[in-house]
């Protein structure tokens, strides 16, 4: 089985940055592509960002385009989102999940399409 833990949330004023992590085992990292998703309160799960296996291809969200970057260190079977520049509407928790059977070619950003997910992380923005 695939175990996924995240780390590196917290609290941050507005404008501020933080470094998630994602750290797998139990699994070939490097034939998976690693998701970010998070969730505020009261609203469903959303896609953040994305990389392929490879680590050659990404794919962002509309609402962190520009302000989040998302990498992997196969090597360490670790996945990164780094968020720059952040808003209280980033204010969630956010999961990693992998992709165990990934398209080739292309990156999913539908929750459906991951197969294993972490416990979460929460990232508190404030004004």
């Known amino acids: 089985q695939v175990q996924l833990v995240e780390s590196g949330g917290g609290s941050v004023q507005a404008g501020g940055s933080l470094r998630l992590s994602c750290a797998a085992s139990g699994g070939t990292f490097i034939r998976y592509d690693m998701g970010w998703f998070r969730q505020a309160p009261g609203k469903e799960r959303e896609f953040v960002a994305a990389?392929?296996?490879?680590?050659?291809?990404?794919s962002y969200s509309d609402s962190v385009k520009g302000r989040f970057t998302t990498s992997r260190d196969n090597a360490k079977n670790t996945v990164y989102l780094q968020m720059n520049s952040l808003k209280p509407e980033d204010t969630a928790v956010y999961y990693c999940?992998?992709?165990?059977?990934?398209?080739?070619?292309?990156?999913?950003?539908?929750?459906?399409?991951?197969?294993?997910w972490g416990q979460g992380t929460p990232v508190t923005v404030s004004s």
């Open positions: 999940a992998a992709d165990v059977a990934s398209p080739f070619g292309r990156i999913s950003n539908t929750a459906g399409a991951y197969d294993y």
């Open positions: 990389v392929k296996r490879s680590g050659g291809s990404t």
